[in-house]
């Protein structure tokens, strides 16, 4: 184990002119599935709320319960159940096409309504005339997946966000299971597409992905859906995020040796499948480039990849308006060791 448990370290670091301009502070944990600390920086005990790192095992009981299988659901459907997407076309098809494999449409979801994260594909909406509806929500997918998982085991969608509900039930003691933390109200808030999200410590989170990435600690069943949401990801990236974002471009050229899913909040997770490895990362302000920055890092030091893209985003070019380059977000030595390239890539 190396590092401070107790208090936050540096992950990350912004340029300009040559002085440190910023800096961002967090901690980062890698685990592997037996439960051992691989490497650890910062407070990884205090528990923090993972928002929508966890959504990969969210989607667990889509396929243990047999959901996926009674409705069909393509590799794709899978992966944007596990998703936080820019509401691309692509992405809403595949969560409207969810939807009517239940003989619901998206009036249904409770996820509430936003504008497409991506600007071109917001810009082209808004052209139409037409609205934005609640399949544009970043998390729709997953909120597809629980209107099939509810249809699929005889439950009533209504109020399914609930913690009441028989569905958020089942995330509950699937998370507490995988993570090996209590899911109870004593660590229960509300996400930002309504359902709850329950506080854990860092440690519990890159345990959870650890057994998540070799179904150790696992019931069959679920190493068996594991398995199959791995291969789902890796072969749909495009639909955990979309276009130009950290996930999709990490996935497209790394998966399925590195799968990633960022949350809100500055939490990212890591999976190291064939390393047997979990990483998460959160930075304390709650910024996401310096968990993408932190994640491209550890991903680079402990899975053992020298990729382009790991590069680019473990020490990025800032450039000003006219297209100057004029500073750089930099890994720390701590997190990235001797994986820091040289020179912004």
Known sequence: MTGNT???????????????????YGAAV??????????????VATPIYPRSTVKALQA??????????????????????CASHQGEPEHIAVAADMLGRTGWDYGVLECGTHWPLDAHAARALAATGEQACALHNCCSGKHAGFICLSCATGQDPAHYSRPEHPIMQTMARTLADV???????????????????????????ALAYARFATGTGLSADRAQAAERLRAAIASAP????????????????????????????????????????GIAVKCRDGGVRAAETAAAALIARF???????????????????????????????????DRLPDAAA
Do not use: Y
Request: some cysteine.
């Open 6 to 24: 107790q208090s936050d370290t540096l992950l990350a670091e912004v340029t300009r002119g040559g002085r440190v301009e910023s800096r961002h």
């Open 30 to 43: 890698v685990m592997d599935a037996s439960g051992k600390t691989v490497f650890a920086t910062g407070d």
């Open 60 to 81: 667990l009981p889509l396929l243990t319960e047999g959901a996926a299988d009674k409705f069909s659901l393509p590799q794709e459907a899978l992966a944007l159940a």
């Open 179 to 205: 993570t090996g933390v209590p899911h109870t109200d004593a660590n229960r808030g509300t996400d930002g597409c309504a359902i709850p999200t329950w506080a854990i410590p860092l440690s519990a989170l």
């Open 238 to 277: 495009f639909m955990i995020a979309g276009t130009d974002q950290f996930d999709t471009l990490v996935m497209q050229d790394l998966a399925p040796r590195v799968l990633t899913k960022m949350g809100a909040e500055g939490v990212m997770i890591a999976i190291l499948p064939e390393k047997g490895l």
């Open 303 to 337: 899975g053992g990849e020298d990729a382009p893209i790991l590069n680019h985003f473990m020490r990025r070019p800032l450039k000003n308006w006219n297209g100057l380059v004029v500073g750089e977000l930099r890994a720390s030595r701590e997190l990235a060791g």
